[in-house]
């Protein structure tokens, strides 16, 4: 299980629990949204848990969601993702969605060390200052940015509230 924050374009804020199964191209991906107050209560486990911190990018079409995730921590670089919204639905090319070369694209999705669980690592810097850097060169609303650094900063410099 793993705890995923969204952070929307008005800054309204989302605590999502997700619980993945499987392994490859096809898994059981089961989201539920948890209550403000059992997210705070999560905060320490939160605090002293292995994460990844992303800004993720979604691209929905037709019958799939093309995804770019830009991994700060670790910092990776972009992974893209398609996940379709009906199984079986033929999977769209991810160069075609993105107009992009395919040498730029490798399939990874049997290759564990791309999984949440292999990715995550405990922050050995000040994750907060580390990803207002970060977040700079980024175009994204301000409200959002802030509300995610705020999030980020009530979790490590160990706030009770949100």
């Known amino acids: 299980m793993r705890i995923r924050t969204q952070v929307d374009n008005a800054g309204k804020i989302q605590w999502i629990s997700t619980y993945k199964r499987g392994k490859g191209l096809i898994r059981i991906e089961k989201e539920h949204e948890l209550a ?33 995730d830009n991994y700060y921590f670790p910092e990776l670089g972009f992974v ?18 993105w107009n992009l070369p395919q040498k730029y694209f490798r399939e990874v999705s049997e290759d564990e060390k791309y999984t949440a669980w292999k990715l995550s690592k405990k922050p050995k810097i000040d994750l ?3 990803m207002k850097e970060k977040l700079k060169a980024e175009t994204l609303p301000e409200i959002q940015r802030d509300t995610f650094i705020g999030i980020l900063s009530k979790i490590y410099h160990q706030s009770k509230t949100l």
Do not use: C, H
């Not at 002293?48 to 969601?65: A, F, I, Q």
């Not at 379709?84 to 160069?95: A, E, F, H, N, V």
């Open 80 to 97: 893209t993702e398609v996940e379709l919204k009906i199984l079986g639905t033929q999977m769209p090319r991810p160069w075609e969605i």
């Open 36 to 68: 403000l107050d059992k997210a705070t209560d999560m905060f320490s486990k939160l605090r002293n848990s292995p994460l990844v911190t992303k800004l993720r990018r979604l691209y929905p079409g037709v019958n799939y969601e093309g995804v770019i």
């Open 128 to 130: 907060v200052t580390y």
